[in-house]
T-cell receptor, first 111, second 117 residues
Framework: GQQLNQSPQSMFIQEGEDVSMNCTSSSIFNTWLWYKQDPGEGPVLLIALYKAGELTSNGRLTAQFGITRKDSFLNISASIPSDVGIYFCAGRGNTGNQFYFGTGTSLTVIP | ETGVTQTPRHLVMGMTNKKSLKCEQHLGHNAMYWYKQSAKKPLELMFVYNFKEQTENNSVPSRFSPECPNSSHLFLHLHTLQPEDSALYLC????????????????FGSGTRLTVV
């Protein structure tokens, strides 16, 4: 299947700091999704992106669909303790219906 | 009740046992999915159902057997599992496979934490 590389694998930051993470694929995608998974729960959709260059916000979260269509970025501004969790990217190309998921970025926010 | 509900939340089973995982969604969605989540690995798609018809089996061993009696319910029947099958099994749903971009997102359940001993 498709390989999605997410980085960094984990982050430890102070409350109030901004966070940046990214996801890259070996092939072109038409849709990028960003999910957050809290401990003991399933992933929850944060942001969906549908065209190259698109920049979409959801509160303090902003995600971008990379111009090359092989990457996507997620930024969190002014982090708070409830931002703790694992953030997953997912992407889909123009063949088939399957979304491929990254391995996740684990975020820890230190109060 | 709304969203995607999975039961049980936790399951411990022996390698010779037969058990079933249940997923139920009240979102009016027509596509349902089983994913396997193992530590340090990406989510692995196992099965896809669209309007009760199985559209994808991602080379899953036959010891996992899905069943979708209607668009709201999805089961995963388990038998003679191996310890390496221990993982979090997530169910998800979406509007269907063929709608436009607004319906691409999945809604996930909270998962069943399976331990095979």
């Amino acid at each position: 299947g498709q390989q999605l590389n997410q980085s960094p694998q984990s982050m430890f930051i102070q409350e109030g700091e901004d966070v940046s993470m990214n996801c890259t694929s070996s092939s072109i995608f038409n849709t990028w999704l960003w999910y957050k998974q809290d401990p003991g729960e399933g992933p929850v959709l944060l942001i969906a992106l549908y065209k190259a260059g698109e920049l979409t916000s959801n509160g303090r979260l902003t995600a971008q669909f990379g111009i090359t269509r092989k990457d996507s970025f997620l930024n969190i501004s002014a982090s708070i303790p409830s931002d703790v969790g694992i953030y997953f990217c997912a992407g889909r190309g123009n063949t088939g219906n399957q979304f491929y998921f990254g391995t996740g970025t684990s975020l820890t926010v230190i109060p | 009740e709304t969203g995607v509900t999975q039961t049980p939340r936790h399951l411990v089973m022996g390698m010779t046992n037969k058990k079933s995982l249940k997923c139920e969604q009240h979102l009016g969605h027509n596509a349902m999915y089983w994913y396997k989540q193992s530590a340090k690995k990406p989510l692995e798609l196992m099965f896809v159902y669209n309007f009760k018809e199985q559209t994808e089996n991602n080379s899953v061993p036959s010891r996992f057997s899905p069943e979708c009696p209607n668009s709201s319910h999805l089961f995963l029947h388990l038998h003679t599992l191996q310890p390496e099958d221990s993982a979090l099994y997530l169910c998800a749903s979406s509007q269907d496979l063929n709608r436009g971009p607004a319906n691409y997102g999945y809604t996930f359940g909270s998962g069943t934490r399976l331990t095979v001993v």
